[in-house]
Nanobody, 113 residues
Framework: VQLQASGGGLVQPGGSVRLSCAASGSIFSFNSMGWFRQAPGKQRELVARITSGGRTQYADSVKGRFTISRDNAKNTVFLQMNSLKPEDTAVYYC????????WGQGTLVTVSS
């Protein structure tokens, strides 16, 4: 399985960005997919995940601001990020827990004025 992440960039505080993670094959049966992030000098942390059944889980720091969704027909998972804060600045990594675990390349999101 190959994962291609896209959508990062520079955004102002309070702004929005949508990340996409496209898989090379069908994601219908994957246990879960989601996003981790790693800020400079910090450990990688789970941001959001979505299971094959559509259940979602979010880090407390992003609840109410971020929304994860999946489009099985497009083999893609999305992370809609709203009300962005400077502390959301990080490299965002998508993953797929088939199993086994696969990682996409990181995409940098910078929240700054």
């Amino acid at each position: 399985v190959q994962l291609q992440a896209s959508g990062g960039g520079l955004v102002q505080p309070g702004g929005s960005v949508r990340l996409s993670c496209a898989a090379s094959g069908s994601i219908f049966s994957f246990n879960s997919m989601g996003w981790f992030r790693q800020a400079p000098g910090k450990q990688r942390e789970l941001v959001a995940r979505i299971t094959s059944g559509g259940r979602t889980q979010y880090a407390d720091s992003v609840k109410g601001r971020f929304t994860i969704s999946r489009d099985n027909a497009k083999n893609t998972v999305f992370l809609q990020m709203n009300s962005l804060k400077p502390e959301d600045t990080a490299v965002y990594y998508c993953y797929a827990d088939v199993p086994p675990l696969y990682w996409g390349q990181g995409t940098l999101v910078t929240v700054s004025s």
